[in-house]
C-alpha cells in the first residue's frame, strides 16, 4: 500500500515536471520546432538577450509585479490591522469582499474589470486611453491584494494582544507599538502574502489579456499571441532561465527557513531578536529596493517628446528584419527618430474591428481589409487622410485607387492585395481531389483539414460553393451557408488563423483554405506545400489598405507612416518578406526574382478576373453572420422566448434564499432558547 | 481608543474592493441587461443564453471530471508528502508549487508538442511498433491539460489538511483494532475533508472557465463556455452577451463554492489559500 502510493506520488512528479522538461530541452535545440531536436546551441539565449523587444516586455511584467505587490503588502498589512479591529459582522463582510476575487474566475474578474474601466473611463469621462498602465496595476492590485489581507489576518488572530498592550504600558504610542510589536509578529504572513501577490502578478494572463491596451503589454499577453504565430525558441530560452531563478530562490528559501527554525530551537530567547531585526532590515531593503526601481523603471519609459505611434497590423505582415529582409520599422524609426512605433498584431479583422469598437485604446494606424474599410466608414470609425501628407500616394496604381469600399478614397491607401485559395501538402493530397472548394469536405481526409476561423472568410467559402453571391444579404442562404459549414465539422481538425503556420509546417494538417501571401510563406519552409486557386467556383481577391482611425491621437506622424510604407523601395522590401502583391507595381523592381514572378503571389490576368471582391455588408447582417458562425462553431441552438425572466428568477432565489432561511434558523434557535 | 482608530484602517481598502470589485460586477450586470446598439433595457441577451446551456453543461462535466481525477491522484501524493521528515516535506511542496509560478500559456503549448499526431509521444509509439494514436483534439486531451494545470490547487490544500492530523488519533484507532483501510476510513478521510473540499473548488473553478487549454488542446467539438466569452469579447462584437454569460459563469460559481462552504465547514480564513 505504502509502496503504491510512493510510486504514485513520483509518477505524479514526473507527470508535473515532464512539459518542462521538454521546454527546457527545447531552449538548446538548433531548430525552430519544438518536437525536432537539431543540434544542441546556446544561440538562443545569445538571441533573447540581443532582443530588445522580449526584453522590454519582461521588464513589463517585472515593473507591475514589483508595482503591484509594494502597493498590495503595505496597503494590505495596513487594511488587515483595521479590518481585524472591526466589529465581527463588519468584518465579515470585509472578509467576503476580499473573497470575491479570489471565488470569482479569472475571465469574469477580467472582463468586469474592463468593462468598469471602458464604462467609467470611457463612456462617463470621455477618455480615450481608459485601458492603460494604471488600470493593469489597479487590476493587478485588486487580484493581489486579498493575498496579503488572507495571509495576514490569521497571523494577527495567532498574536498575543497583551504584547501590544504591555507595549503602550511601557510608554510606546499605537503606531511604535505596531512597528516595534505587531509589524514584527506578523512579518511571516506579509513576506508569505507578499510572495504569492508576485508571482501571481508576474504570471497572471487572463485578467491582463482582458484589460490591456495597446501601450502596455506583459510577456504572458505577448506570449498568447506568440504561441499562435511559430513560435521562436527563444522563447524556451526565456522560460528555463526564469525557471532556474525561480528555483534557486525557492531552494535558498527553503534551507533559510530550515536554519532558522533550527536555530529557533538550540537557543530560543537570545537568537531569535537578531535574526529578526537582520530578516527586517533585508525585508526593508529589498522593499526600497523594488519600489525605487519601480519609479526608476516608470521614469525611462518613453519621454514625452517623442512621439509614440500605435501601429496596428495583421499577424506576420510586416518585415522584421528575419531572414535577412529590411526591418521596415526600425528603418522608420531611423529615418524619423523623434517617433516610436508601437507594433501590436490581431490576426482577422473581426478581432481588430472588436477591438476598436470596444474602444479604451488608442490606435493611430489600422490596416484592415476591403469590406471591413466600407463598414468602418459606415460606422464612422474612420477619418479622412490629408494626402498632401502622403505624395508616395502617386506610386499606388491607377487600378487600386478608387476601390468600391472606398469610392472617393478618402480613407484608405492600398497595403497589398491578394487572393484567398487552398493550401494542400502534396506528399498527401490526391491531386484528382483537388477539384475546388469540396476538397475542404472531403472525408477521405477527416483529421487533416483546418477551417479558416473568421466568420467572412468562412462564410466566403460556403457561398463560392454554393453558388451564391458572396454579398448575398439573404437571410435563407446565409442559413444555407451556416448548414454547409456545420456539415464540414466531423471532418474538421480544427479552426485557425495564424497558428496555420506551425501545423501546415510540420505536416500535423494537410489541407486548409488560406491567403495566398501567408501560403507563399509556409510553401518556402516546406517544399511539399502548394496553392490552388479554384478557378471555375470563384475566389476571394481582397485589398487590405492603410487607414486611420478615429481613436488616433497622432495624425500626421500616421500619415508620415503610411507614406514611407507607399514608397516603391519600401514596399517591395516589404513584400520580400510578407509575400504579398504589392499595388505599386514599381515595387515589384525591388523584390526578388522569384517572388515577383510567383503565380501565387501575381496570378494571371485570366484567373484574377474570376476572383470577387467582398463587399460591404450593413452591421445587422455581418452581426448575423457572425453569431450564425458562432452557432456552427459552439453547437449552439436557438434561443429561447422567456429563458432571461426565468434566468433572473433563478437568480434570484439563488442569493436569497440562503440569508432567509439562515434568518430563519436564528429565529427558531432565539426562540427555542427562550422556552 | 486604539481600537477604535485602527478600524479607520479598514475604510480605504474596503472604499477600494467595491470600487474595484463589486461595482465591475454591477457593470457587468448593466451590459448583460442593455441592447448593444440603442443601450436601452433589455432582456435579449438574456433569453438568447439558453441556446448556450449545452455548452455550459459540457464545461461543468469537464471541470467535475478533471476534480475528480485530480482529487485521485492528488491524495496519495498529498497523503505521501504529509508523512515524510520535515525538510522533505517543505522541499516537496516547494515542487508542487513551482509548476505553478512558471507560464502556464508555455507549459500547455508543450503539451501540445508532446500529443499532437506527429508530437513526441506519437513517434515513440510508431518507434516502438504500436503505431500512432489520436490524443490531440480529444475530450480526453482537454482533461489532462486541466488535471496537469490544476493538480497543485488539489495537492497543496489536501497536504495542508492532512499534515494536521493528530497522529495519536490514527494510534488510537490501530489500538481500537481498527485495521488499516478502516482507519483511513473512518478516521484519516473524514478529518481531510475540508482539504478535500477546498482542493474541489480550487480545480473546478480555474477549469470550468478556461479557455486556453480547450483551444490549444480541445478539437472543434470540445468548445467551452470561456472559449465562447473569449470569443463574444475579443471578435464576437457583442459584448453585452458576453457580459451576460460571465454573469451566469459567475452565479454558478458562487453556488458552487456556497455549497463547497456549506460542506467544508464555515472556516473563516476560507482553508488554505495558494
Redesign the interface.
Known amino acids: ?1 505504502k509502496r503504491a ?2 510510486i ?2 513520483v509518477i ?2 514526473i ?6 522538461a ?2 527546457i530541452v ?1 531552449s538548446f535545440n538548433t531548430g525552430k520546432d ?2 525536432r531536436f537539431e543540434g544542441f546551441t546556446f544561440g538562443q539565449y545569445a538571441a533573447l538577450f540581443r532582443d530588445p523587444d522580449l526584453l522590454r516586455l519582461l521588464g513589463n511584467s517585472l515593473l507591475i509585479a514589483i508595482l503591484s505587490t509594494a502597493f498590495s503588502v503595505v ?2 498589512t ?2 488587515a ?3 481585524h ?2 466589529k465581527p459582522r463588519l468584518r ?4 467576503s ?13 477580467g ?6 474601466f471602458i ?2 473611463g470611457g463612456s462617463l469621462l470621455g477618455q480615450r486611453e481608459s485601458l492603460n498602465f494604471f488600470t493593469l496595476l ?2 493587478h492590485i ?1 487580484f493581489s ?3 496579503v ?3 495576514v ?2 497571523k494577527l488572530q495567532q498574536m498575543n494582544p497583551a504584547l501590544q498592550d504591555a507595549a ?1 504600558d511601557l510608554g510606546c504610542t ?1 503606531i511604535q507599538s505596531f512597528f516595534k510589536v505587531t509589524l514584527h509578529e506578523i512579518m511571516p504572513g506579509i513576506v508569505s502574502g507578499g510572495i ?1 501577490a508576485f ?1 501571481m502578478s ?2 497572471d ?1 487572463v485578467i491582463s489579456y ?1 484589460v490591456t491596451g495597446m501601450d502596455f503589454v506583459t ?2 499577453v505577448e ?2 499571441t506568440y ?1 499562435k504565430k511559430p ?1 521562436h525558441p527563444k ?2 530560452a526565456m ?1 528555463t532561465l ?2 532556474l531563478l ?2 534557486v530562490l ?2 535558498t528559501m ?1 534551507l533559510l ?2 536554519r532558522a527554525d533550527k536555530r529557533k530551537k538550540e537557543t530560543r530567547v537570545k537568537a531569535v531578536k537578531p535574526a529578526v531585526r537582520i530578516f527586517r532590515r533585508v525585508c526593508a531593503v529589498v522593499l526600497a529596493v523594488c519600489v525605487l526601481g519601480g519609479c526608476v523603471l516608470l521614469i525611462s519609459q518613453p519621454k514625452s517628446q517623442t512621439v509614440t505611434l500605435n501601429v496596428y497590423n495583421w499577424g506576420m505582415n510586416i518585415a522584421d528584419g528575419t531572414d535577412d529582409t529590411l526591418d521596415i520599422i526600425a528603418a522608420f524609426e531611423e529615418k524619423y527618430p523623434n517617433i516610436r512605433v508601437q507594433y501590436a498584431t490581431y490576426e ?1 479583422n ?2 481588430m ?3 476598436l ?2 474602444g479604451g485604446i488608442t490606435v493611430d494606424v489600422v490596416i484592415p481589409s476591403d469590406y471591413m474599410i466600407a463598414r468602418m466608414i459606415d460606422e464612422d470609425m474612420l477619418l479622412e487622410l490629408n494626402f498632401d501628407n502622403i505624395p508616395n500616394f502617386s506610386y499606388v496604381d491607377e487600378e487600386f485607387k478608387y476601390n468600391d469600399f472606398d469610392p472617393e478614397n478618402k480613407y484608405s491607401v492600398p497595403y497589398t492585395w491578394g487572393t484567398v485559395g487552398i493550401l494542400y501538402n502534396t506528399a498527401y493530397v490526391d491531386e484528382a481531389d483537388v477539384t475546388g472548394w469540396e476538397l475542404l469536405w472531403n472525408e477521405k481526409y477527416t ?1 487533416k483539414i483546418l477551417m479558416i476561423d ?1 466568420s467572412r472568410d468562412a462564410f466566403g467559402i460556403a457561398q463560392y460553393l454554393l453558388g451564391y453571391d458572396v454579398n448575398t444579404t439573404d437571410k435563407a442562404e446565409l442559413q444555407a451557408c451556416a448548414e454547409k459549414l456545420a456539415e464540414q ?1 466531423p471532418v ?4 485557425v488563423m495564424d497558428q496555420i503556420y506551425s501545423i501546415m509546417q ?3 494538417a494537410w489541407i486548409a483554405p488560406y491567403y495566398a501571401g501567408d501560403s507563399m510563406l509556409m510553401m518556402e519552409e516546406n517544399e511539399n506545400l502548394a496553392f490552388y486557386l479554384p478557378e471555375d467556383q470563384g475566389f476571394n481577391l481582397f485589398i487590405d489598405a492603410m487607414c486611420i482611425p478615429n481613436c488616433c491621437r497622432e495624425k500626421e506622424a500616421a500619415e508620415l507612416f503610411i507614406n514611407f510604407l507607399c514608397d516603391p523601395e519600401i514596399s517591395g522590401a516589404n513584400m520580400d518578406y510578407i509575400c504579398y502583391a504589392s499595388p505599386i507595381s514599381e515595387a515589384k523592381e525591388y523584390m526578388e526574382e522569384y517572388l515577383a514572378e510567383s503565380e501565387v503571389i501575381y496570378p494571371d490576368a485570366e484567373v484574377l478576373a474570376v476572383g470577387t471582391n467582398y463587399q460591404f455588408l450593413p452591421g445587422e447582417i ?2 448575423h453572420v ?2 450564425l458562425f ?2 456552427v ?13 426565468v ?2 428568477l433563478v ?1 434570484a432565489a ?1 442569493l436569497v434564499i ?1 440569508p432567509v432561511f439562515r434568518l430563519i434558523k436564528r429565529q427558531v434557535k432565539k426562540a427555542k432558547k427562550k422556552v | 481608543m486604539k481600537k477604535n482608530k485602527s478600524v479607520l484602517l479598514s475604510a480605504p481598502y474596503i472604499l477600494w474592493m467595491l470600487l474595484f470589485t463589486l461595482i465591475p460586477l454591477g457593470v457587468v450586470a448593466y451590459y448583460a441587461l442593455t441592447d448593444a446598439a440603442t443601450g436601452e433595457f433589455t432582456l435579449d441577451n438574456l433569453n438568447a443564453l439558453s441556446a448556450y446551456l449545452p455548452v455550459l453543461w459540457e464545461s461543468i462535466c469537464y471541470a467535475l471530471i478533471s476534480a475528480l481525477i485530480c482529487l485521485l491522484l492528488g491524495y496519495p501524493v498529498a497523503y505521501c508528502i504529509a508523512h515524510c521528515t520535515t525538510a522533505v516535506q517543505k522541499f516537496l511542496y516547494m515542487l508542487v508549487m513551482l509548476p505553478m509560478c512558471m507560464s502556464f500559456l508555455l507549459r500547455t503549448l508543450a503539451w501540445v508538442g508532446l500529443l499532437q499526431d506527429t508530437g513526441l509521444i506519437n513517434r515513440f509509439l510508431e518507434w516502438i511498433g504500436i503505431g500512432a494514436m489520436p490524443l490531440i483534439r480529444t475530450p480526453g486531451a482537454v482533461i489532462l491539460g486541466m488535471v496537469y494545470n490544476y493538480l497543485p490547487y488539489m495537492i497543496l490544500p489536501l497536504y495542508s489538511t492532512i499534515v494536521k492530523i493528530d497522529n495519536r488519533l490514527i494510534e488510537a484507532a490501530e489500538d481500537l483494532g481498527c485495521n488499516a483501510v478502516q482507519t483511513f476510513g473512518r478516521v484519516v478521510l473524514p478529518l481531510s475533508m475540508p482539504g478535500i473540499f477546498t482542493g474541489i473548488t480550487m480545480v473546478f473553478v480555474p477549469a470550468v472557465s478556461t479557455f486556453y487549454i480547450s483551444q490549444k488542446l480541445g478539437g472543434t467539438e470540445t468548445v467551452l463556455i470561456g472559449d465562447v466569452i473569449e470569443r463574444l469579447f475579443k471578435q464576437g462584437q457583442n459584448q453585452n452577451l458576453g457580459a451576460a454569460l460571465s454573469l451566469v459563469l459567475m452565479v454558478l460559481v458562487f453556488v458552487c463554492t456556497g455549497i463547497m462552504n456549506r460542506f467544508g465547514g464555515d472556516d473563516e480564513e476560507g482553508g488554505v489559500i495558494v
Open positions: 500500500m502510493n510512493r504514485l506520488t505524479m512528479f507527470f508535473l515536471y515532464i512539459p518542462m521538454v521546454l527545447a519544438m518536437t496597503f494590505g495596513v487594511a490591522v483595521g479590518v479591529n472591526l465579515k463582510i470585509a472578509l469582499l476580499t473573497n470575491i476575487p479570489m471565488t470569482n474566475p479569472d475571465i469574469v474578474t472582463v468586469s474589470l474592463s468593462l468598469l464604462f467609467v489597479i487590476a485588486t491584494l486579498p493575498y489581507i488572507l495571509n489576518m490569521p503602550m499605537p504569492m508571482t508576474l504570471d494572463f482582458f510577456l504572458p506570449i498568447y504561441t513560435i522563447i524556451y522560460f526564469l525557471f525561480i528555483f525557492m531552494v527553503n527557513q530550515l482577422s473581426e478581432v474591428y472588436s477591438k469598437k470596444n483529421g473568421n465539422k474538421l481538425q480544427q479552426y510540420n505536416e500535423e455581418s452581426r457572425e453569431s458562432m452557432g462553431r459552439g453547437s449552439v441552438s436557438e434561443g429561447g422566448d422567456n429563458f432571461g425572466l434566468l433572473i437568480i439563488v440562503p
